[in-house]
């Protein structure tokens, strides 16, 4: 008897092995396809904050994207990312954009990446660098830091130089006066330095309504309000130990919001 390979049973086998495998893939392999680009899924990026830093900088924040090990920044002048620049950065969740060019609205978006995967890019988020309103914050924040985000915008803004005179000499002070709106983001970290204040002097608030056109707020509308002091020695003579010196006086008006999720913040100077 000769032994040989029965062709019709190993056919028979071949046909039912066949059969379930395609019953456990799922035809053509087409389930365990769809089950590994599943399991390497990207979830869309966040973008928690877009900071201005300067006049040339800002720094950009975002969401922890699960399962990634590095993530791409784009931005733009243009909102439709034409001309984009793309920045790779692996497992932080922040960075630094530099050399930004100043006077421009710029469009940032971010995507968390796995391997070859990419996903979905972030909600565009933008930016205004703007020389004077960024000018403007520092300034006041100087005389008393109020912290000011620099992201807010500067709605109209006035300085006037003043001169004190002592024992013949000259010295410079001046008086501001600025509208500013703010995100309620922005205003927290200001606001926990505004308290409800009735003992408001109105001193220079009064004085701003003769001297400036725009300055068009209503006590009625004053929702906040403080004074702030502080006090800068200009000159000292130590042989008779007199000098002067001038107090700063700073007014802060929160009045209510004139868009939704912002405040409008009215503030006068005056002082070294």
């Known amino acids: 008897m000769k032994h040989g390979v029965n062709r019709k049973a190993l056919r028979k086998v071949s046909i039912w092995l066949l059969v379930m495998t395609m019953l456990v893939?799922?035809?053509?392999?087409?389930?365990?396809?769809?089950?590994q680009k599943s399991?390497?899924?990207v979830s869309k990026g966040k973008i928690q904050y877009v900071n201005i830093v300067n006049k040339n900088t800002i720094k950009l924040g975002w969401k922890k994207i699960a399962k990634t090990n590095k993530y791409q920044i784009?931005?733009?002048?243009?909102?439709?990312?034409?001309?984009?620049?793309?920045?790779?950065?692996?497992?932080?969740?922040?960075?630094k954009?530099?050399?930004?060019?100043?006077?421009?609205?710029?469009?940032?978006?971010?995507?968390?990446?796995?391997?070859?995967?990419?996903g979905k890019w972030s909600n565009i988020k933008k930016v205004?660098?703007?020389?004077?309103?960024?000018d403007a914050i520092n300034l006041i924040n100087s005389k008393y830091n109020l912290k000011l985000s620099l992201n807010a915008k500067v709605v109209n803004y006035k300085t006037c130089e003043e001169k004190y005179e002592f024992n013949g000499k000259s010295y410079k002070g001046c008086r501001i006066f600025a509208k500013i709106q703010l995100s309620e983001t922005d205003f927290v970290k200001t606001d926990k330095?505004?308290?409800?204040?009735?003992?408001s002097s109105y001193s220079i608030y009064d004085a701003a309504v003769e001297e400036i056109d725009w300055w068009n707020l209503k006590k009625k509308n004053i929702i906040k309000s403080q004074d702030f002091f502080n006090t800068v020695?200009?000159?000292?003579?130590?042989?008779?130990?007199q000098g002067i010196v001038?107090?700063?006086?700073?007014?802060?008006?929160?009045?209510?919001?004139?868009?939704q999720n912002y405040r409008l913040v009215y503030l006068c100077y005056e002082g070294g």
């Open 128 to 134: 205004t660098l703007n020389s004077d309103s960024i």
């Open 97 to 118: 954009v530099y050399k930004l060019k100043n006077n421009r609205n710029y469009y940032f978006r971010i995507r968390g990446i796995k391997g070859k995967v990419k």
């Open 193 to 199: 330095l505004i308290q409800n204040s009735k003992n």
């Open 233 to 241: 020695k200009v000159f000292e003579n130590k042989e008779d130990n």
């Open 25 to 35: 893939t799922g035809f053509n392999g087409k389930f365990v396809y769809a089950t």
């Open 74 to 95: 784009q931005y733009s002048t243009n909102k439709n990312m034409k001309k984009s620049i793309i920045k790779t950065v692996k497992k932080r969740r922040s960075c």
């Open 246 to 259: 001038i107090r700063g006086h700073m007014e802060v008006y929160v009045v209510k919001s004139v868009k």
């Open 39 to 41: 399991k390497e899924k």
